[in-house]
């Protein structure tokens, strides 16, 4: 069962931040939270991953609460090129495995 | 090679057919793992490989589904007797190890007819 909870559409006008945010209230202590997208008929994009601090890349950055119950994805400024659906994943852990619990994701079109 | 590679990028087979596909990893990731998306579903998660061995097998459906590594690097997913309902994307992903982030292959679309 997916760990994660996102609102399943948003829209974003080219040029402003993209903040998408997502719940994951019953994360356990060592799981980490990870970003990625899938562009239509392409396979899931890593974007950006964290445990309990904020996060930066060059293609994003990650928000995560102080109690770290939920997270924020930024796309600082959103192209036409970043629509896509974003997956918000609990990285689960256990005996030295490891698999990725993904949901239905939030459904990003940006606007020209 | 530069990124994970998946053949067939489709195939079409009949019901109560056997099908294999096949992943080549990033090289060098020694973890290696199998999910199946539906239309309009997140990827849902089949196994986990480190190495040769499956570590986690947990996501198979059923015992028509199984997947090899023998070498630690190729994998392959193969599915006997195939129903409708197999029909789906199956993408592969690997990772430098468990701790480090996966990348995911283009996936295999599989039609079961």
């Known amino acids: 069962d997916a760990k994660t909870t996102q609102p399943p559409s948003m829209d974003c006008a080219e040029g402003r931040a993209a903040n998408l945010p997502c719940n994951h209230s019953t994360i356990s202590g060592n799981e980490y939270v990870y970003w990625y997208r899938q562009i239509h008929s392409q396979g899931p994009q890593y974007i950006i991953h964290g445990l309990k601090n904020n996060e930066t890349n060059e293609m994003a950055s990650l928000i995560i609460t102080e109690d770290r119950k939920s997270s924020t994805l930024i796309l600082p400024h959103a192209t036409l090129r970043d629509t896509a659906v974003y997956y918000c994943i609990v990285r689960v852990a256990t005996s030295g495995t490891y698999k990725y619990i993904f949901g239905t994701g939030t459904r990003l079109k940006v606007l020209a | 090679g530069a990124g994970v590679s998946q053949t067939p990028s489709n195939k079409v087979t009949e019901k109560g057919k056997y099908v294999e596909l096949r992943c080549d990893p990033i090289s060098g990731h020694t973890a290696l793992y199998w999910y199946r998306q539906s239309l309009g579903q997140g990827p849902e998660f089949l196994i986990y490989f480190q190495g040769t061995g499956a570590a986690d097998d947990s996501g198979l459906p059923n015992d028509r589904f199984f997947a090899v590594r023998p070498e630690g690097s190729v994998s392959t997913l193969k599915i006997q007797r195939t129903e409708r309902g197999d029909s789906a994307v199956y993408l592969c992903?690997?990772?430098?190890?468990?701790?480090?982030?996966?990348?995911f292959g283009q996936g295999t679309r599989l039609t079961v007819v």
């Open positions: 992903a690997s990772s430098f190890t468990g701790v480090t982030e996966a990348f």
